[in-house]
């Protein structure tokens, strides 16, 4: 019995050891890559990649890779070739992965179309082109809440047109008409917005552009998605 536990004591020792070891290397790795790339560029974190002496390398919520010695800096993609799983496409959706209980409803205008079972959130902007087009494509969607966050990141007028929408007497409806039928907007523009809110929102999430789509499993579509992606991701969602 003393013995057995003599080698499990020398057994949690090594692994103790050997994860102690792999965390120097990698905060080492991370030190190194730092330097040469300069203190613009803000290493998160370096982890061990699925490929020996490959580190994963996380800079904002990009994925890279890097050798043991920090020579070399390699943006590209991991497939595994057993599976034709893509690790790295997986670890970029994963780190832009969000919580939809985070997303305040009350800053969002609501949209409810048949019986609203499925949900979806958009962050827009009114004067984006691919965000009319993705509005227009997606009125063929049924029953579906559909909750629009406004994020006036084109410029003052912009920012202008997002706030006569939001003071609309039915905000959704201008928008919509605005987006989708060109109508002009005869707003004030005067009101309590929750604009300032929804820009801190986007760069909390990383939104550098519009549209960007969000999933109640909190996965993201950026851009001017098809209708027919679309149906099919909220019918994985059921």
Not at 29 to 36: F, R
Not at 102 to 110: F, G, I, R, T
Not at 174 to 200: E, F, R
């Amino acid at each position: 019995m003393n013995k057995f536990i003599t080698a499990v004591a020398l057994l949690c020792a090594s692994i103790f050891t050997c994860q102690l070891a792999y965390g120097q290397a990698e905060q080492q790795v991370k030190s190194d890559l730092q330097k040469k790339l300069g203190a613009a560029a803000k290493i998160k974190s370096v982890s061990a990649s699925p490929l020996s002496g490959i580190y994963e390398v996380l800079v904002g919520n990009e994925v890279f890779y890097t050798d043991a010695k920090s020579q070399y800096l390699i943006q590209g993609e991991i497939i595994e070739l057993a599976t034709g799983k893509n690790i790295t496409e997986q670890r970029q959706n994963d780190l832009n992965r969000i919580k939809w209980s985070e997303l305040s409803q009350a800053n969002a205008m609501k949209q409810v179309r048949g019986n609203g079972s499925r949900q979806l959130a958009i962050f827009s902007d009114p004067n984006c082109g691919y965000c009319k087009r993705l509005e227009k494509s997606i009125q063929q969607l049924d029953n579906i809440t559909i909750y629009t966050y406004l994020i006036p990141i084109l410029g003052a007028d912009s920012v202008q047109k997002s706030k006569q929408i939001w003071c609309s007497a039915e905000p959704a409806k201008a928008y919509i008409d605005w987006m989708v039928n060109g109508s002009a907007l005869s707003g004030k523009g005067d009101c309590t917005t929750p604009i300032d809110k929804n820009i801190a929102l986007a760069k909390t999430y990383g939104i550098t552009g519009t549209p960007t789509l969000f999933f109640t499993d909190g996965s993201r579509f950026p851009g001017a998605v098809q209708v027919a992606d679309i149906e099919k991701k909220l019918a994985t969602l059921k």
